[in-house]
């Protein structure tokens, strides 16, 4: 099928609510993809930080196949092996905490928020969120995310949420009422530009949640699974969450997601109060054990910390030439570039050149590379942002 046919296919029969390049991907393999039309790409922001130890890592694709010809899926309604293998893999690397798992992070928020009040129970049902956050499209995860452009057409939305702004410990004591059940944030805000929370915000919000008896939610669906050069991003402050959620790179490319939460927590969810059909099926859970071995096997946390540095080093070194860069921030390969003027115009250029990467927020470039990703190929993008920049 051409590229065009297959974009015709979309136009009659796919509903069109993603703005989408007229490029159809076929092929994917570590820091690389190829389109239909042979042409190759370094791609910097693989899967939308689904793809972290690359596509189609050898692992992950083996124990995709082995599972695959053994059992694909069963219902909850047994035990399977590979579920429970990876709930202890979380939980080891992770607080120690219970497992439920699902099939994408608003699925995996969902259930921390229920969970938060089945817990806290009496009285309390408040969710604080942050501005500039994202948790998903649900009702329920959509209401959490504070960005009023998310929220249009949709109104009402979920009662019972309070916003802050982000890193605020006074609008966060302010808000703090006896009916709070939850604070759901992300340690690093994604979506939200690569926002970094600050080491007193979290620490606020753990002690608030201990005084007032609220679950501490930490939504890793983006930060978690190595990206920041620990399993968990919470892992680089000195707080540890009640419940943490967690889904893009957990599959190494397969639809998976889960939330973890503290045992005394977790006993809360007994059965009849919260499921999910595909949930935990054994394929799913085949290939996140894959993900973390081929992350241990390859010292892939290790890869994401020095790569990380490196990246940011070379980005930085970038604003010296170019004026256009404000600055860079973010932890491990978790990477904002900080533009003073819109960056889409950039990555399309970028892209057309066989880089990819992405703009969120307007004026900042993420640059989002798998763990496996090597010096010389950071080397490349940067310098094919570089020259990009210099175009102006
Ligand atoms: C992507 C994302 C989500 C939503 O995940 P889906 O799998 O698209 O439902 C939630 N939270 C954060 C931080 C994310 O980056």
Known sequence: MTTQETIELFKKYVIANYGRLPRVMVKGEGCYMWDADGNKILDMFPGWAVSGIGHCHPKVVEAIRKQAGELIHVDNTFYSEPQGRLAQMLSERGFGGKCFFCNSG???????????????????????????SFHGRTFATVTATAQPKYHEGFLPLLPGFVYIPFNDVAALEAAFTDEVAAVLVEPIQGEGGINVASPEFLRAIRRLCDEKGAVMILDEVQT????????????????????????????????????????????????????????????ACAAGIATIEAIEEGSLLQQAVEMGQYAQQRLRALKEKHSVIDHVRGIGLMIGIQLTRPGAGYVAKCLERGLRINCTHDSVIRFMPPMIV????????VNLFDSVLAEG
């Open 224 to 283: 978690g699974i190595g990206r920041t050069g620990k399993w968990f991003a919470y892992q680089h402050s000195d707080i540890e969450p009640d419940i943490i959620t967690m889904a893009k790179a957990l599959g190494g490319g397969v639809a998976i997601g889960a939330m973890m939460a503290r045992e005394e927590i977790a006993a809360c969810l007994v059965p009849g109060k919260h499921a999910s059909t595909f949930g935990g099926n054994c394929l």
């Open 106 to 132: 608003a699925e995996a928020n969902e259930g921390a928020l229920k969970l938060s009040r089945l817990y806290t129970a009496q009285g309390k049902y408040k969710f604080i969120t942050c501005e500039g």
């Open 374 to 381: 090597t010096k010389e190929q950071i080397d490349e993008a």
